[in-house]
């Protein structure tokens, strides 16, 4: 057993540094990802923050959040691109014809999408001290702002997966991003739900997102957090169970 474990550690190192040089060799493809969220949050603060009303007084606090969702969900949709090509050029077929663990393919480009998805959150978030953002948070919030942003990333890069293993085009496997990267907009990341039409606000108060951003926005803020990041964690936990699940089947189907 535990040579088994060291070949499939031995195996996913050599994956994940594959799917690490691509992104260092081509880092447009994380300033992509950054340039948009970060020109959000621009537009936002600086044009529009003045008649938004949002109860705080500094609004790339209540913003940044959502950014953040913004830039992962943006980001992702490489992981599909990436996948969707090795599946094109017959990489995988090529792997599975060498004795190694053929779940540390796919494990190789989740693990560079967390990677990835984290310099991207990086510069965001100094871009936003930049803008005037500060928190109270403690170390504890922020390793707890931290896991929320990892599981986030994890869930929709499983997501990305099945994306990039069932399309039939290039566009195919970028185009299932377009909604998740919506679902902030009807959420609390911009405005409080309270401002909306009632159906829009009752939509908006029960995805994903909205539990998300708002369990962020108060650890950052050194506020209580209530049942938020419980339900949080429940959205991004049960999501990312059901994508894998339905990858590695689509996974064994398709190679």
Known sequence: METIKNYFFMD???MLGRSMRHIFRSMDT?????????AMMLLFVYVFGGAIQTGTANYVNYLLPGILLIAIASG???TAYRLFMDMQRGILERFHSMPIARSTVLWGHVLTSLVSNAISVVIIILVALIMGFRSSAGVLSCLAVAGILTLFTLALTWIAVIAGLSAK?????GAFSYPIIFLPFISSAFVPTGTMPSAVRAFAENQPVTSIVNAMRALLSDQPV????????????GIMLVAYFFAMRVYKKRV
């Open 12 to 14: 996913l190192s050599v």
């Open 30 to 38: 994380i300033i992509t990802v950054t340039i948009t969220p970060i």
């Open 76 to 78: 992702i949709a490489y």
């Open 169 to 173: 085009s290039v566009d195919g496997a």
């Open 226 to 237: 209530g049942n938020d990041i419980w339900i949080a964690a429940v959205w991004c936990i």
